[in-house]
Nanobody, 124 residues
Framework: VQLQASGGGLVQPGGSLKLSCVASAWSLDDWTIGWFRQAPGKEREGISCISSADGSTYYVDSVQGRFTVSRDMGKKTVYLQMNSLKPEDTGVYYC??????????????????WGQGTQVTVSS
């Protein structure tokens, strides 16, 4: 599967952005999609995941309640709606695919296919 992320940009604190991750696969049925971000000078962090089997969603504490992951199976697209953005949300955001369910800890080495990143900058 190949993935393409888009939707990043510059937004003020408190604002919203919606990222998209389009998959080239025949369908999303077999692919669990994770969202990651890498802030300047920091390691990549897994922040959200949506499981292929039942659409179960998972979030790390830092984005819980502000970010929502969803999918449109017909469009083979996974979305990350980001609300109440903070400066610390700044970074390059990536989507990645794996098989099976979302791992208990969203770590990059469990995901084999990656899209290119999209820059999100939260600044006034």
């Amino acid at each position: 599967v190949q993935l393409q992320a888009s939707g990043g940009g510059l937004v003020q604190p408190g604002g919203s952005l919606k990222l998209s991750c389009v998959a080239s696969a025949w369908s999303l049925d077999d692919w669990t999609i994770g969202w990651f971000r890498q802030a300047p000078g920091k390691e990549r962090e897994g922040i959200s995941c949506i499981s292929s089997a039942d659409g179960s969603t998972y979030y790390v504490d830092s984005v819980q309640g502000r970010f929502t992951v969803s999918r449109d199976m017909g469009k083979k697209t996974v979305y990350l709606q980001m609300n109440s953005l903070k400066p610390e949300d700044t970074g390059v955001y990536y989507c990645a695919a794996t098989i099976g369910i979302c791992p208990k800890k969203i770590v990059g080495y469990l995901f084999g296919a990656w899209g290119q990143g999209t820059q999100v900058t939260v600044s006034s």
